[in-house]
């Protein structure tokens, strides 16, 4: 193998995971039996076994149990919602997590309703959202969190700095808003309707990217010195014939110019599953906090 | 130049007489009466007169009205037990606790043990978790009543850049969401931001909710925006009067902008107009009647 050389603007994911998954590692060490986290999907892709794969590799480094469940393509709405609301009586469970994509008969919004706020993994119940928008951070959506931890492993003191968040979804980029703005950054959230992203990513210190649109952000978008956190994720096939994973950033060029940019993969990416084990152990002091558990 | 005044009384005045029709429609058609219920603890002056009017203008447009009021020191049991109660009564579609409680009652407990589909100020958590994800809701009165006059000047506000100044849960928070589902790329800018002046003069649309009187001036308008000022604060003038002014300075604004909201009479009078139109698609909703539910359009 030839030799790396280091690029120090490259922020990458895996010591900032590690970190968080040390963290939790020494959380479920003290606290004992926690319960299990269950990941539910239904008639999985291949793509959706890579997610789950990873997933159970991290719990077994915090030393969580974990139950993966696959649901057959021809399960009901009202039997994957009957499910879910067992596992939130069942105090085995400690968390539940939904694999996207699901059939498009489920409806994906009504399930992640009818998952306990406590037993959210993946912070995607509008409890979970309209708490983080009350700035009450407690179980996060892990890609928002994930790009939050990002920014935070500069070094920067986030009050007062100008960020601007293109793309608004509510998976990633209006969660990750709403977060910056909890921790005092000026946030300005564009999208698709926007008349010029690059005026407003051009002054930002911090420009976040979550559109889906391998290379849409290049050089001449960001100010010198910029942290580029790039959430995107797109396969993209090249001349020869070979698929690669490219985020939404032409991070060759962005380079040159940003103080730090996140490779894409080995970013945002790894940090995310850590968050969601995080995520458990939130769940867990929130549990015991009121009662449920000893 | 001189901005166009966006006269809130007025465009209230609108609303009230939209909401009493769609009202008069759901007693004919489906023998429903929308009902309201105000519940109030304590004597706060304040609070009792914004709850008389609320129940005045109530009974006006045609609905029910029910007022609840309870002394200083009932206690938490008590108010929850009524709020259960009041969740499962059929002829109270709207519930709404009259904010500030009292030291000892927590609020958060309080607003959240209402039926998500009943509050009509738009405060239970999953309301605003699904206003922040941009899914129906009940959406807070205030904020509803900016986007409403906003969407009447300007029809569609699509990529439109607007700046909200302040992070208040009742105001500055769902008024980005609500920016943001009509696609106006949003700034949220607070006591943190670095440069607010540079911040506000991007902006086409400004809305001002810090409650600072006239904290923002004409010099940090950009030419032709439109101002939007939540802010209601009184001021001491020369012999022992006071004045209500807003968070904008009016004058030097109202020099360079397109369009303003005057304080008293833009934003305010809008919020119980707000009110009204919200306990009505509450009706509409628990009612499986959505499809009249956009009456106010």
Same mark, same amino acid.
């Given at each position: 193998?030839?030799?790396?050389?280091?690029?120090?603007?490259?922020?990458?994911?895996?010591?900032?995971?590690?970190?968080?998954?040390?963290?939790?590692?020494?959380?479920?060490?003290?606290?004992?039996?926690?319960?299990?986290?269950?990941?539910?999907?239904?008639?999985?892709?291949?793509?959706?076994?890579?997610?789950?794969?990873?997933?159970?590799?991290?719990?077994?480094?915090?030393?969580?149990?974990?139950?993966?469940?696959?649901?057959?393509?021809?399960?009901?709405?009202?039997?994957?919602?009957?499910?879910?609301?067992?596992?939130?009586?069942?105090?085995?469970?400690?968390?539940?997590?939904?694999?996207?994509?699901?059939?498009?008969?489920?409806?994906?919004?009504?399930?992640?309703?009818?998952?306990?706020?406590?037993?959210?993994?993946?912070?995607?119940?509008?409890?979970?959202?309209?708490?983080?928008?009350?700035?009450?951070?407690?179980?996060?959506?892990?890609?928002?969190?994930?790009?939050?931890?990002?920014?935070?492993?500069?070094?920067?003191?986030?009050?007062?700095?100008?960020?601007?968040?293109?793309?608004?979804?509510?998976?990633?980029?209006?969660?990750?808003?709403?977060?910056?703005?909890?921790?005092?950054?000026?946030?300005?959230?564009?999208?698709?309707?926007?008349?010029?992203?690059?005026?407003?990513?051009?002054?930002?210190?911090?420009?976040?990217?979550?559109?889906?649109?391998?290379?849409?952000?290049?050089?001449?978008?960001?100010?010198?010195?910029?942290?580029?956190?790039?959430?995107?994720?797109?396969?993209?096939?090249?001349?020869?014939?070979?698929?690669?994973?490219?985020?939404?950033?032409?991070?060759?060029?962005?380079?040159?110019?940003?103080?730090?940019?996140?490779?894409?993969?080995?970013?945002?990416?790894?940090?995310?599953?850590?968050?969601?084990?995080?995520?458990?152990?939130?769940?867990?002091?929130?549990?015991?906090?009121?009662?449920?558990?000893? | 130049?001189?901005a166009?005044?966006i006269?809130g009384?007025?465009?209230?005045?609108?609303?009230?007489?939209? #909401?009493?029709?769609?009202?008069? /429609?759901?007693?004919? @058609?489906?023998?429903?009466?929308? *009902?309201?219920? %105000?519940? +109030?603890?304590?004597?706060?002056?304040?609070?009792?007169?914004?709850?008389?009017?609320?129940?005045?203008?109530?009974?006006?447009?045609?609905?029910?009205?029910?007022?609840?009021?309870?002394?200083?020191?009932?206690?938490?049991? #008590?108010?929850?037990?009524?709020? /259960?109660?009041?969740? @499962?009564?059929?002829?109270?579609? *709207?519930?709404? %606790?009259? +904010?500030?409680?009292?030291?000892?009652?927590?609020?958060?407990?309080?607003?959240?043990?209402?039926?998500?589909?009943?509050?009509?100020?738009?405060?239970?958590?999953?309301?605003?978790?699904?206003?922040?994800?941009?899914?129906?809701?009940?959406?807070?009165?205030t904020p509803?009543g900016c986007?409403?006059m906003l969407?009447?000047?300007?029809?569609?506000?699509?990529?439109?850049?607007a700046v909200v100044i302040g992070r208040s849960?009742i105001v500055g928070k769902?008024m980005a969401?609500?920016?943001?589902?009509?696609?106006?790329?949003?700034t949220i800018a607070h006591s943190?931001t670095?440069?607010l002046p540079?911040v506000v003069r991007?902006a086409?649309i400004v809305v001002a909710a810090v409650g600072r009187p006239e904290m923002v001036p004409g010099d940090w308008i950009?030419?032709?925006a439109t101002v939007i000022d939540v802010g209601i604060n009184r001021i001491?003038?020369?012999?022992?009067?006071t004045k209500l002014v807003g968070d904008v300075d009016y004058d030097s604004c109202a020099?360079v902008a397109?369009a303003i909201t005057p304080v008293p009479g833009g934003v305010g009078?809008m919020t119980?107009?707000?009110?009204?139109?919200?306990?009505?698609?509450?009706?509409?909703?628990?009612?499986?009647?959505?499809?009249?539910?956009?009456?106010?359009?």
């Amino acid at each position: 193998m030839t030799k790396k050389t280091v690029n120090h603007r490259q922020l990458l994911g895996a010591p900032v995971r590690d970190h968080i998954i040390d963290e939790v590692r020494t959380y479920v060490d003290a606290a004992g039996k926690m319960g299990k986290i269950v990941s539910i999907a239904v008639d999985g892709t291949a793509e959706v076994e890579v997610y789950i794969r990873n997933q159970a590799r991290m719990a077994a480094r915090v030393g969580l149990d974990f139950d993966q469940q696959m649901w057959s393509r021809d399960i009901t709405q009202d039997a994957c919602k009957s499910r879910i609301q067992d596992m939130n009586d069942d105090p085995s469970v400690l968390g539940i997590i939904i694999q996207r994509p699901l059939p498009p008969h489920i409806n994906i919004r009504s399930l992640q309703s009818a998952v306990h706020p406590l037993k959210d993994l993946e912070g995607m119940n509008p409890a979970s959202i309209g708490n983080i928008i009350y700035s009450d951070i407690a179980l996060v959506p892990c890609t928002a969190a994930a790009s939050v931890e990002m920014i935070k492993a500069t070094g920067l003191a986030l009050p007062g700095l100008e960020v601007v968040m293109i793309g608004h979804s509510e998976i990633v980029g209006r969660p990750a808003a709403m977060l910056l703005m909890a921790e005092g950054a000026t946030v300005t959230i564009c999208h698709h309707m926007t008349r010029s992203v690059a005026m407003h990513s051009r002054r930002a210190d911090v420009v976040l990217v979550a559109v889906g649109s391998p290379h849409l952000i290049g050089a001449d978008m960001i100010k010198p010195g910029a942290v580029v956190i790039d959430i995107g994720i797109n396969r993209i096939v090249t001349d020869d014939d070979t698929s690669h994973i490219v985020g939404d950033v032409d991070t060759a060029a962005v380079a040159e110019v940003a103080g730090w940019i996140t490779p894409v993969p080995g970013g945002v990416g790894p940090v995310t599953v850590a968050v969601l084990m995080r995520n458990a152990k939130t769940a867990h002091m929130r549990q015991t906090q009121i009662g449920w558990r000893a | 130049m001189s901005a166009q005044i966006i006269d809130g009384k007025a465009f209230a005045a609108t609303v009230r007489q939209k #909401v009493a029709a769609k009202v008069s /429609d759901l007693k004919d @058609a489906h023998g429903v009466t929308p *009902g309201l219920a %105000v519940v +109030l603890v304590g004597t706060d002056p304040a609070s009792q007169v914004y709850v008389r009017s609320k129940g005045k203008q109530t009974v006006e447009v045609g609905m029910n009205s029910f007022e609840h009021k309870f002394d200083a020191d009932t206690s938490e049991d #008590v108010l929850l037990a009524l709020i /259960d109660s009041l969740n @499962a009564d059929p002829a109270v579609h *709207g519930i709404l %606790v009259q +904010l500030p409680l009292p030291a000892h009652l927590d609020e958060t407990l309080v607003i959240n043990r209402i039926a998500p589909e009943k509050d009509v100020d738009g405060f239970h958590i999953a309301n605003v978790g699904l206003l922040g994800t941009g899914q129906k809701s009940m959406v807070p009165c205030t904020p509803l009543g900016c986007l409403l006059m906003l969407r009447d000047y300007h029809g569609s506000l699509s990529g439109k850049n607007a700046v909200v100044i302040g992070r208040s849960n009742i105001v500055g928070k769902p008024m980005a969401q609500l920016l943001l589902n009509d696609s106006c790329t949003v700034t949220i800018a607070h006591s943190r931001t670095a440069d607010l002046p540079d911040v506000v003069r991007r902006a086409d649309i400004v809305v001002a909710a810090v409650g600072r009187p006239e904290m923002v001036p004409g010099d940090w308008i950009k030419p032709g925006a439109t101002v939007i000022d939540v802010g209601i604060n009184r001021i001491d003038i020369e012999d022992d009067k006071t004045k209500l002014v807003g968070d904008v300075d009016y004058d030097s604004c109202a020099a360079v902008a397109g369009a303003i909201t005057p304080v008293p009479g833009g934003v305010g009078p809008m919020t119980i107009a707000c009110l009204l139109a919200n306990t009505v698609t509450a009706c509409c909703r628990i009612n499986n009647l959505t499809d009249g539910e956009d009456f106010l359009s």
